[in-house]
């Protein structure tokens, strides 16, 4: 407990059963003040079920989860205080515009008079529906229900959000917008987290991002950790990939990368190699002179650009259960 007293949001040990199926499997993991978390995973990992805990609307089996330090299952009244809640998708109701729908939600949170009016103005105003105020919700595009949903959360202006995949479905410009929203909620020193299957939005917008498949958590990290290249020799020396291209074809190369002992072939097409060698730029400089000098015609060398996608696909083996 004394990591959940500082953390904004915590799960320890967390197992909810559903039958003979664990949806998710003694899973923990915190979130700070003012941090961004990014769960991502495959469908059915668990990730849904582990906000909906959080969100006090599942009750785990057996483990855990707090709030800005309050038990999701003995002070559940006090955890929705401090949380806003978005799923991924939220029912709507007939005949009723934005401004009443904000309106009904800061009722439900107790705002009352100037504070409710206030609360409506400020949560408009930031997700930039203000002149969309008297718009039935019917009629509302994909993104502007999305940006609706998030003011849903934020109208009680709580510590924490909880945000189930905001960007699925998003137009570019859109998926923009809210990317912005979410940096400027952390600048407020709000606690976020996210899931979401664009993985190259969250590398933009996460100080950390969890790995979950089949219930159980594979990685955490900052995104620069899990991006990181870098391994280690036995003698400790560095190295990391690199992809050297050809503009003839590949063969004769291979056969010389293959007589070296100080780089190590992990791939090739007809025009390119993929390899692994020294993290050291004299290194690097000195084997692509000796490349260049083997007359094998070069017109492209440099280190193998990593994305979070490429972490996802090496972590996970696509299991659903």
Not at 55 to 75: C, H, K, N, R, Y
Not at 167 to 178: K, Q, S, T, V, W
Not at 282 to 293: G, P, R, V, Y
Request: proline share 3%.
């Amino acid at each position: 407990m004394s990591q959940a007293a500082q953390a904004m949001i915590q799960l320890d040990r967390v197992t909810p059963a559903f039958g003979n199926t664990l949806a998710v499997d003694d899973v923990s993991f915190h979130v700070d003040a003012g941090e961004v978390l990014g769960f991502i995973g495959p469908n059915g990992a668990g990730k849904t079920t582990s906000m909906r805990i959080l969100s006090t609307l599942d009750t785990p089996t057996s483990g855990e989860a707090w709030v800005d330090g309050f038990s999701v299952i003995d002070d559940p009244d006090r955890v929705r205080k401090r949380m806003g809640w978005m799923p991924d998708g939220f029912g709507t109701y007939p005949n009723i515009n934005c401004e009443e729908y904000l309106d009904f939600f800061a009722r439900s949170y107790g705002l009352r008079g100037k504070n409710r009016i206030r609360a409506i103005k400020n949560v408009m105003g930031f997700t930039q529906l203000n002149q969309l105020s008297k718009k039935p919700i019917s009629g509302l595009s994909k993104g502007m229900k999305q940006r609706l949903c998030l003011g849903r959360a934020l109208i009680h202006n709580p510590k924490v959000l909880i945000l189930d995949e905001p960007a699925a479905g998003l137009d570019p410009r859109a998926r923009i917008e809210l990317r912005e929203m979410i940096l400027e909620l952390a600048a407020e020193g709000k606690s976020l987290l996210i899931s979401s299957h664009i993985l190259s939005e969250l590398a933009e917008v996460c100080d950390r991002v969890a790995i979950i498949e089949k219930g159980k958590l594979l990685a955490i990290g900052s995104v620069e950790s899990l991006l990181q290249k870098d391994a280690v020799h036995s003698d400790g020396e560095e190295i990391t990939q690199f992809e050297v291209k050809f503009i003839s074809e590949s063969s004769e190369a291979i056969q010389w990368f293959n007589s070296r002992s100080d780089v190590e072939l992990v791939s090739s097409t007809t025009d390119s190699i993929l390899f692994n060698g020294a993290a050291c730029q004299k290194k690097q400089s000195e084997f692509l002179a000796e490349l260049i000098n083997s007359k094998i015609e070069v017109y492209e060398f440099g280190e193998k650009q990593t994305s979070l996608e490429d972490v996802f696909l090496s972590v996970t083996r696509g299991e659903v259960q």
